[in-house]
């Protein structure tokens, strides 16, 4: 079992920046590929990059290449998600999410493809 807490959400103005963080406990971190997905009211759970366990490799989705990006530190098992030049239309409730692998790839863009997820924080961007 692997334990997710996600944190660093709030509440940032067009154009600004944000950190998010997410901790994990119970398991070997560096066993685990990381994925940070949203999801905004109404609309589907969304993938927005994923990482792997060495952080080798990265994938982003389209919509936040450039602007976002993922690290993880594994001798403080966490994960983090650093988002610039935010808009509007990346209010959303962002998770963390785990997937145990053996593989070194981040090539993990499905909400199916993850065994753990956390609470989810709240990032909203005002106009």
């Known amino acids: 079992q692997v334990q997710l807490v996600e944190s660093g959400g709030g509440l940032v103005q067009a154009g600004g920046s944000l950190s998010l963080s997410c901790a994990a406990s119970g398991r070997t971190f560096s066993n685990y590929a990381m994925g940070w997905f949203r999801q905004a009211p109404g609309k589907d759970r969304e993938f927005v990059g994923a990482?792997?366990?060495?952080?080798?490799?990265?994938n982003y989705a389209d919509s936040v290449k450039g602007r976002f990006s993922i690290s993880r530190d594994n001798a403080k098992n966490t994960v983090y998600l650093q988002m610039n030049s935010l808009s509007p239309e990346d209010t959303a409730v962002y998770y963390c999410?785990?997937?145990?692998?053996?593989?070194?790839?981040?090539?993990?863009?499905?909400?199916?493809?993850?065994?753990?997820w956390g609470q989810g924080t709240q990032v909203t961007v005002s106009s």
């Open positions: 999410a785990a997937r145990s692998t053996s593989f070194t790839s981040s090539y993990f863009l499905e909400k199916e493809d993850y065994d753990y």
């Open positions: 990482i792997s366990r060495s952080g080798s490799s990265r």
